[in-house]
């Protein structure tokens, strides 16, 4: 007889203690996902992120796009307050002008000199590791991580057949939810619920089509079918966008949701992508961003919108967002006992070992 496995204890979903916890194990130890390159278009752009409240800068150089501790190396100030902009050519502090190059090292620092024992090369800002792949960026707050080929080799390897690196953001939306960021992982992370919360995906596909790889430390994931007749995930089914040509016949009636352990949400069609990045805020509240990828080819197309799948994502994400919202506030009462998981609900009990293995180290 399957044994019943069940839910975690509110604790996990509502204590700060926890909460911090987590943030320690994932977020300043995990490569975490902070959004695509495209976002910093040119050399001298720069986004501001912000990590379990670790304040980075990305900023693209000439040669390459790295992530900077936005603190000083003289005393400890703010560089930039911005969360977007361009630097011309260097970062310099406002309070005594120590100034560094786009590529983290420091050019100039006023009124110190080698004769006081000062060398510039002892105070580059601190550059925690930067990645990329397909496009996304990734940020490890640890010392000496290993690659993020070490943990997403296997899931760069599947979706191969996606032209991620060369797609262009169409639109995005924000959301601030009012949900723990691991209920979030959870809901998009089975179908179960489709019937009823998403009339409009049920038309699209069958929630019992739902085939998962088995769970990692650094992800999970699986696919569901599109049903006969339908093209892609729009209000329609129908798309006028040309599906993906370096896509196998699988890879086109199927939907990819996978989430990259711990902030980024991955929805892979046969014609677009969505990706997510999770901004936990705190154990009740976590900030989304959702970009949806285009082939650009497609974009310069006369009559190219990205709302039909915009259309069909938001409705459908709401309905996610509002049912985790839900679950929550559920959470906070003193009767709530973890339930049980079903047979379905696999992914989800992985998720949990995965969690609660992860918090022994810290
Ligand atoms: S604190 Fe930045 S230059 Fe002095
Ligand atoms: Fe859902």
Redesign the pocket.
């Known amino acids: 007889m399957r044994q019943l496995r069940r839910m975690r204890p509110a604790s996990a979903y509502i204590d700060q203690s926890q909460f911090d916890r987590e943030m320690a194990a994932h977020f300043l130890s995990g490569w975490v996902g902070v959004g695509r390159s495209e976002d910093l278009p040119e050399t001298g752009s720069f986004v501001q992120r912000s990590i379990a409240g670790e304040k980075l800068l990305l900023v693209r150089g000439p040669d390459q796009i790295r992530a900077f501790h936005n603190v ?1 190396r ?4 703010q ?1 930039c307050s911005q969360g977007r902009g361009h630097f011309v050519g260097s970062i310099q ?1 406002s ?4 100034t560094w190059g786009l590529d983290g090292r420091l050019r100039a620092a006023p009124h110190f000199s080698e004769d006081d024992g000062f060398r510039l090369e002892d105070f580059p800002l601190h550059s925690p590791e930067c990645a990329q792949w397909g496009g996304h960026l990734f940020v490890n707050l640890s010392k000496n991580p290993a690659p993020l080929e070490d943990g997403l080799g296997s899931v760069m390897k599947k979706f191969a057949p996606w032209p991620m690196e060369n797609l262009r953001i169409g639109h995005t939306i924000c959301y601030d939810v009012a949900a723990n960021w691991k209920l979030i992982i959870q809901n998009y992370s089975e179908c179960l619920h489709c019937p009823t919360v998403h009339p409009a995906l049920a038309r699209l596909s069958h929630y019992m089509t739902g085939d998962n790889e088995p769970a990692t430390q650094f992800y999970l994931g699986g696919t569901m079918k599109l049903n006969d007749g339908v093209k892609t995930m729009t209000m329609s089914g129908e798309s006028n966008r040309a599906i993906f040509s370096s896509l196998g016949e699988y890879d086109r009636r199927h939907i990819y949701y996978y989430a990259l352990i711990p902030n980024m949400l991955l929805s892979l069609h046969p014609d677009y992508v969505v990706s997510y990045t999770l901004w936990p805020k705190a154990p009740n509240r976590t900030e989304i961003v959702c970009d949806f990828q285009f082939d650009p080819v497609e974009m310069r197309c006369p009559g190219f919108s990205a709302m039909d799948a915009v259309e069909f994502w938001d409705l459908t994400n709401r309905q996610d967002w509002r049912v985790s919202e839900l679950s929550q506030l559920g959470m906070n009462s003193l009767s709530y006992m973890p339930g049980p998981y079903s047979i379905r609900e696999g992914l989800l009990a992985a998720f949990d070992e995965i969690m609660i293995k992860a918090l022994d180290g810290v």
Request: with cysteine; proline share 0%; charged share 10%.
């Open positions: 000083c003289h005393r400890g100030t560089l502090c309070y005594h002008a120590w």
